[in-house]
């Protein structure tokens, strides 16, 4: 069992995603940001699958009522378990009692400031699956804990832990998180660089807007959510207005509502859009999105196919080396997603 | 029919697009293109839209150029009239607080309250798709003369079941939710139950009449 002392601004239950009823509406939902998520998992001994806790801006707070052992991924806000630091990509045994706490906002390490962080507890959260997930459907109100963000008082219990008394026991360990930089792409300062295949409608766009789309720095505006990310740039400008039919998006759909400011569709977006779909950020970058700074610079860099099916396969293989080692070490090996 | 439009969405899903008008025909053959494209391994989920499918598939295990060739070999073959959608019956509690914008609707359509409903529950409906919110189906049918604008400010929540207008469609809420709009009815069935084996009411390809279960006039 876990505690929720402290949720900060929004502390959900997420896994992989509800998959497979996008025709009735229902959006997939699931961890922002699957490749943290996976990783924390692997690193305490979970299938892919299995549900953790989406942490938003720090500042929240959890006490365990179990021995366990917890990995976190993406930004860690100066986690703390009793006072220890506990770095993003590190497997970490905790006993019954101890506390986790997540600093605020300010608490990021100099120069890396993030947004989202991905809790994975050996077991997992063990709420009851809704329609094949245990994914929170926040605009809905179902699944996850109680359909609905936690606060301070929820009790979460957790699944069967796959790590036996010593694998539990063992010194915490860590391996390399996900690299934030391209090859080749020095160039771009403190930009984030995301790789955006070109969308259905983005021939409807004038020259400049379209140049202007690669060229050009793109703030992540703080309205952004599990919605959308919205971004702060140059005004995109379609050769000529029209209404569109509605249409299927995809997480990384960036679509141009009328204000002519781009939002990227998350995770929680609905099912189909009626905005033009100027393009859409390869799955291999939707982490970088997820984690991205609130007021940061993204940089969209036109990509194709062949390269996002590659970027596609390189994160498979870097998942797949920390498999490997992971089970080197005689660790339990983390069993493919489940569906 | 001309085949559809195709492009990529992303590296793991394929629009394929019809041409505007949107027609019932035209969707017709997007719901058995969606059909067909359920059974092929490589793709995972199917996301019909108006006159148009999303296909999402494993760039691992198809690439897209493959699937662009599946689809246009697929198409001629297509029998659209093989999708037969369900009739779906929806009663209805027409105006006073269950439809407090009846009386907007009739003043800007001219007609008086009584004949709004008369014709509203007239109609056959279909529906071309579910989107924006879990269950919430895009209609096809409204009599033209009940095309009403959206309210000039929205409601933050709209209560659930409401039967409402925006525009040239009517459609249901199937959960609370803010929307712009005109609320003329509301129903007891539950449009979504994330529980059920069958998590929605209604289906893509289904008819849907509105039965009048009680009227209070404005």
């Not at chain 1, 090859?183 to 969308?199: F, H, T, Y």
């Not at chain 2, 008008?21 to 053959?29: E, I, N, V």
């Not at chain 2, 295990?61 to 662009?68: G, T, W």
């Not at chain 2, 009846?102 to 003043?107: H, T, Y």
């Amino acid at each position: 069992m876990i505690v929720v002392l402290k949720p900060g601004m929004l502390a959900s239950v997420q896994d992989l995603g509800r998959h497979g009823h996008r025709e009735r509406g229902i959006c997939p939902g699931g961890a922002l940001d699957a490749l943290g998520l996976t990783l924390a998992n692997r690193l305490v001994g979970n299938a892919d699958g299995a549900a953790g806790l989406e942490l938003t801006l720090g500042a929240c707070e959890f006490r365990f009522e179990t021995d366990t052992r917890i990995a976190l991924a993406g930004d860690d806000f100066d986690a703390r378990l009793d006072g220890l630091p506990l770095r993003p990509g590190w497997s970490t045994p905790v006993a019954a009692g101890q506390r986790l706490v997540l600093g605020g906002a300010n608490a990021s390490a100099a120069g890396k400031k993030g947004v989202r962080s991905w809790l994975a507890v050996a077991g997992g959260i063990d709420v009851a699956p809704v329609l094949g997930s245990r994914s929170t459907d926040l605009k809905a109100g179902f699944g996850g804990h109680q359909g609905r963000a936690l606060k301070k008082g929820d009790r979460l219990p957790l699944g069967p832990s796959p790590l036996d008394a010593a694998q539990r026991a063992r010194r915490a360990f860590g391996v390399r998180t996900p690299a934030w930089t391209l090859e080749g792409q020095a160039d771009l300062g403190d930009a984030i660089a995301l790789r955006v295949m070109p969308g259905p409608e983005c021939e409807q766009f004038t020259a400049t807007s379209v140049a202007a789309l690669w060229r050009e720095p793109w703030r992540l505006t703080p309205q952004s959510n599990r919605m959308g990310s919205r971004l702060e740039g140059p005004v995109l400008a379609r050769r000529r207005a029209g209404d569109m039919l509605s249409s299927g998006v995809v997480p990384g759909t960036v679509q141009v509502p009328p204000s002519g400011q781009p939002i990227v569709l998350m995770g929680d977006a609905q099912t189909t859009g009626g905005y033009p779909r100027i393009g859409v950020v390869i799955r291999a970058d939707l982490w970088k999105l997820a984690q991205a700074p609130l007021g940061g610079t993204l940089r969209l860099l036109k990509s194709d196919a062949a390269e996002a099916t590659q970027a596609w396969a390189a994160q498979q293989r870097y998942l797949a080396q920390v498999a490997q080692g992971l089970a080197a070490s005689g660790w339990p090996t983390a069993r493919p997603r489940p569906g | 029919m001309t085949p559809p439009r195709l492009h990529p969405l992303g590296d793991a899903a394929l629009l394929c697009e019809l041409p505007a008008p949107a027609t019932l025909a035209q969707q017709q053959k997007i719901w058995a293109l969606a059909r067909e494209a359920r059974q092929w391994p490589a793709v995972h989920e199917v996301l019909p839209g108006m006159n148009n499918l999303t296909l999402l598939f494993d760039p691992l295990q198809v690439d897209a150029a493959e699937l662009e060739i599946q689809v246009l070999a697929a198409w001629p073959q297509l029998d659209a009239a093989a999708v037969d959608g369900r009739t779906v019956e929806i009663p209805v509690a027409y105006g006073g607080e269950h439809g407090p914008d009846l009386g907007e609707v009739a003043a800007h359509t001219g007609l008086t309250p009584a004949e709004v409903v008369r014709r509203h529950s007239a109609g056959e409906y279909v529906v071309y798709l579910l989107g924006f919110l879990p269950g919430f189906a895009f209609m096809g049918g409204l009599a033209p003369e009940l095309a009403t604008p959206r309210r000039a400010e929205p409601r933050t929540a709209v209560p659930a079941r409401s039967v409402g207008i925006g525009g040239a469609q009517t459609g249901i809420y199937p959960l609370v939710s803010p929307g712009g709009w005109q609320l003329i009815g509301r129903t007891r069935l539950t449009l979504f139950d994330p529980t059920a084996e069958e998590p929605t009411l209604l289906r893509a390809g289904d008819r849907v009449r509105f039965v009048v279960e009680s009227v209070e006039l404005p």
